[in-house]
């Protein structure tokens, strides 16, 4: 056989540093017969300086009963709807929005901070695509 098989691709929203075995994660892992704890204890050394923030872990987990990660950051929404203080975003995105804008130097700190996950170094692009996701939530950029 020529390496491992990937038997599942996840992608599990935790909170930084507080991974356990308690649902999420372990039912998701336990289903796989995964040891949770070869996930759990290298994730929350990790994420543990990240602070009160949700990371998103992308798992691959193999045949052979091995996996393993990568933390992405905070998602896009969460982190643009932390930078407004506002709970959600709107219902309907195209009919109404919400009464925040975005400004160009938000925009700019939430690139930022997300060009750590992205595969580029063009802050203008990832400006793009927080601009996208905010007009997705109703959020007006200015």
């Given at each position: 056989m020529a390496g491992k098989?990937?038997?599942a691709s996840l992608k599990l929203k935790i909170p930084a540093g507080?991974?356990?075995?308690?649902?999420?994660?372990?039912?998701?892992?336990?289903?796989y017969g995964v040891n949770m704890m070869d996930?759990?204890?290298p994730f929350n050394e990790q994420t543990r300086d990240l602070g009160n923030v949700t990371?998103?872990?992308?798992l691959n987990i193999y045949d052979d009963r091995s996996m393993d990660f990568r933390v992405?950051?905070?998602?896009?929404?969460?982190?643009?709807?932390?930078?407004?203080?506002?709970k959600k975003g709107s219902g309907k995105p195209n009919s109404e929005k919400i009464a925040t804008k975005l400004t160009q130097t938000q925009l700019n700190e939430i690139a930022e901070?997300?060009?750590r996950d992205m595969n580029t170094n063009k802050i203008d692009s990832v400006k793009k695509m927080v601009a996208g996701t905010a007009r997705s939530m109703g959020v007006e950029v200015e």
């Open positions: 098989q990937v038997k507080k991974a356990s075995a308690a649902p999420p994660v372990g039912s998701t892992l336990g289903q996930f759990i204890n990371v998103t872990a992308h992405v950051g905070q998602p896009t929404d969460d982190l643009i709807r932390d930078k407004l203080g506002i901070v997300k060009a």
